[in-house]
């Protein structure tokens, strides 16, 4: 398992999932929200000619706005349970797993702050 | 109440799957549906800050949508884009089939069978549409 090796806390779990069944209903839920998201802009998408004028007017209001951005907060969360379980499964030293979840983290936040910008420059 | 302390056991570790092994071993159609949702996802998860300058420049301005235009009119962009398109439409249908195992819908290894089966029939052909759409056949 995946511990530090000796001193204060030594029996305490550093990486894992800690709580499996939030992550594993949050990856789920997630997943419902993208899928019906992606249909949405599919769906809006596929009928009729997409112009930048068609294309900017669907993330015009502010509410396809706020959903966009639920939206992609859900993929950022699905993506973090879904690579830290690649790093569970496949990277044992605790340093290397703790180093690799820090840097998803960090890197999907940004990508988080970036999506606010893009969503609300329309 | 009484304490009752285990003796901690090392846990069995059976680490009998080594490298030549894998190339040998046959997945069951489950297993590359399993795989490829885990590649495919990491893909997506590596493709994200590509997928997001794309939405960026598409929604900027009428200039900058039309740049995009002209970036994914090459060759090789449109190779990338097609991949990520697969591995999205895998990820899609292989997601809504675990929904479904979640919720204890066709669990039995024939149903089973044939779901894995259903998400490459359904996966496949729509990459192919998307394909033929991005290479402007239809």
Not at chain 2, 76 to 93: D, E, M, N, S
Request: charged share 10%; aromatic share 14%.
């Amino acid at each position: 398992m995946a511990q530090s090796a000796r001193g204060i806390g030594s029996k305490r779990l550093v990486v894992g999932a800690h709580y499996g069944l939030t992550g594993f209903l949050g990856q789920r839920i997630t997943s419902v929200v993208l899928t019906l998201w992606v249909l949405l802009l599919g769906s809006s998408v596929f009928f009729g000619p997409l112009t930048y004028e068609t294309w900017a007017a669907l993330f015009a209001p502010l509410w396809m706005k706020v959903l966009s951005l639920v939206a992609l907060f859900s993929l950022l969360y699905h993506a973090w349970i879904g690579v830290r379980n690649i790093w569970m499964d496949y990277v044992t030293p605790v340093w290397a797993r703790l180093s690799l979840q820090t840097i998803t983290v960090l890197w999907l936040i940004a990508c988080g702050v970036w999506s606010v910008q893009i969503l609300w420059r329309v | 109440m009484t304490t009752f302390t285990a003796t901690k056991r090392p846990r069995p570790q059976f680490r009998n799957l080594n490298f030549p092994l894998l190339l040998t071993y046959r997945l069951p159609l489950a297993g590359w549906v399993s795989i490829m949702h885990r590649i495919s996802g990491a893909m997506l998860f590596l493709a994200l800050p590509l997928l997001l300058w794309m939405l960026d420049l598409s929604l900027i301005s009428e200039l900058s949508f039309e740049r995009l235009r002209g970036i994914a009119s090459g060759f090789l962009v449109k190779l990338v884009l097609l991949f990520l398109i697969w591995g999205f439409f895998h990820h899609l249908i292989a997601g809504v089939r675990y929904l479904l195992l979640d919720l204890h819908i066709g669990i039995d290894l024939k149903s089973s069978r044939a779901s894995a089966m259903a998400v490459y029939a359904v996966s496949l052909p729509l990459t192919l549409i998307a394909a033929l759409r991005l290479f402007g056949a239809i």
